[in-house]
């Protein structure tokens, strides 16, 4: 019995034993897997890899000069001229409206505006790329050159830029070219607009000023060019117009008096630009062809005083008498004029000429040494209620005009730039008198210039073109007689 026990604790003890060491076994298999699976993952972030060496870069044969990307932006061609260079934009003090009457007596010919004016000659536009010159374009107009950021042309597109003592269409040709050469090298940054006037209308290309991009120069230059194309209707077309003053000036012109160039820049210092150009042809709308003399006149006392004049005649049978003989020459010599202009651009279309503009229907009169009969006049001028001196504006009325809507809009900003050409004929002439020089369109935009201390030259334009027929009164009279006789 005590042999079986022992066996069968023996027994008991080896299974005790296997059961051991099987589950020891067991679990170093398990572990190893685990260890297997753990080991086979790769670390994130932790591979490394090999560096390959670095080449060394082949150098250029040709050397390159680098340059800023600033630098690097398309620049408009230059045109090289030893003329005129405009001189940078001032900074200006300016009162309140009304204010600087109270600061100094309005100047006559021997005084001047630009006590308003300081010669700091710094000025600071709001400009958002004025520190690197981004948007600042070099202009050349006709050799009055300037730099800015902001500009405006103003051209003269009435028929007096066609008139044939300054060289007709041809002169009006070269007008546009330079114009596109002007708008054609503008950066696309630089803001810009053009206004064309002609008398009492002002257009302008776009109500405010925009950029020079490839478009817009596209667009104001067909534009442009699409202005005195068909010379039978010269100047502004019919619905171009379309400029309306932004605001009400308190000055001694009245508005429907500020008529071509003097409206044309109104429109354009309302946009308040850097600089400006004005190329026009004459300084009023009244401009006599013997003297040469300009003023701008005041249409409603001209027409009072027309009537004043008539009334004083009728009162006289003498002067009643004396009146209907004058209308009725009056009145013959026109009808004479229109048949003279017909007459003589047939024959300009037969040679294949463009036609004569003409700035009224008496200048062809003046052309073929006809003049006109001299209106009767009141022995005293007083009697009749009104001087012919009262119905137009002086030179003063016209320049605090001028300055009072440059204030107006520029207070803190700044003068701007002001340059002035006026285009010129080869066959123009004026009086040696003091007084009638002043009253001169040349004599008026030089002293006008020398006071905001702009630029001003001549554009000379292409020889005058004379006529082709020397016609006589008879000749016409005849010819008007003929014409009427086969109509009947």
């Keep these: ?38 080991y086979q993952k790769e670390g994130a972030g932790f591979q490394v890899e090999t560096q390959k060496p670095k080449l060394e870069r082949r150098k250029l044969q040709m050397p390159v000069k680098a340059q800023p990307f600033m630098e690097q932006m398309s620049k408009p061609k230059s045109r090289s001229t030893s ?57 050349n107009f006709f050799g009055t050159r300037g730099k800015a950021e902001k500009v405006v042309v103003i051209v003269d597109a009435s028929k007096s830029m066609l008139y044939d003592d300054r060289g007709g269409v041809d002169s009006y040709l070269k007008v546009q070219q330079d114009l596109k050469d002007v708008i054609g090298n503008m950066r696309s940054a630089t803001l810009f607009n053009v206004v064309l006037f002609d008398d009492d209308e002002v257009a302008l290309f776009n109500p405010h000023m925009v950029p020079a991009t490839p478009t817009a120069k596209t667009n104001v230059l067909d534009w442009v060019s699409s202005i005195n194309t068909n010379l039978d209707y010269v100047g502004l077309p019919e619905g171009y117009a379309n400029y309306t003053p932004k605001r009400a000036y308190e000055i001694p ?10 409206k044309g820049f109104q429109a354009a210092i309302e946009q308040k630009p850097e600089i400006v150009f004005l190329l026009t042809s004459e300084w009023g709308n009244v ?34 008498e004396e009146w209907d003989g004058y209308l009725a020459e009056y009145d013959e010599l026109r009808t004479v004029a229109i048949k003279m202009l017909e007459l003589e651009n047939q024959a ?3 040679a294949e000429m463009q036609p004569k503009v003409v ?6 009169l003046y052309d073929n040494k006809i003049e006109l009969p001299d209106a009767p006049l009141a022995g005293d001028q007083e009697s009749v209620g009104m001087m012919p001196v009262e119905t137009r504006y002086t ?11 440059v204030m107006d809009n520029y207070r803190q900003l700044g003068f701007p730039s002001l340059n002035f050409v006026l285009l010129q004929g080869s066959g123009s002439s004026s009086t040696s008198a003091e007084t009638a020089a002043m009253m001169t369109s040349d004599a008026k935009f030089k002293n006008l210039n020398n006071m905001v201390g702009g630029r001003f030259r001549y554009l000379k334009g292409e020889a005058k073109i004379n006529n082709l027929l020397d016609q006589t009164i008879e000749d016409v009279i005849d010819a008007i007689q003929m014409a009427s006789g086969e109509e009947l």
Excluded: C
């Design 348 to 350: 300009r279309y037969a």
């Design 395 to 405: 030179f003063d009325e016209v320049l605090q005009s001028f300055f009072v809507i």
């Design 83 to 139: 003329r005129i260079t405009a001189n940078a934009p001032q900074l200006v003090n300016i009162p309140e409206q009304g204010e600087y009457v109270k600061m100094a007596p309005m100047p006559t010919f021997k005084g001047g505006y630009t006590n308003f004016v300081q010669m700091d000659r710094t000025l600071e536009f709001n400009s958002k790329y004025r520190d690197v010159s981004f948007g600042v374009s070099s202009v």
């Design 287 to 320: 401009t006599s062809m013997n003297y040469g003399i300009s003023y701008f006149l005041k249409q409603d006392k001209f027409k009072e005083y027309q009537k004043k004049r008539i009334d004083f005649f009728l009162q006289d049978e003498d002067f009643k």
């Design 1 to 38: 019995m005590e042999v079986q026990k022992k066996k069968k604790r023996i027994a008991n003890s080896s299974a005790a034993i296997l059961s051991i060491a099987a589950h020891v076994i067991l679990f170093l298999i398990a572990g190893g897997v685990v260890a297997l699976k753990y």
């Design 359 to 364: 700035r009224d229907w008496d200048e062809i």
């Design 253 to 262: 012109m009245a508005n429907n008096d500020i008529t071509g160039w003097l």
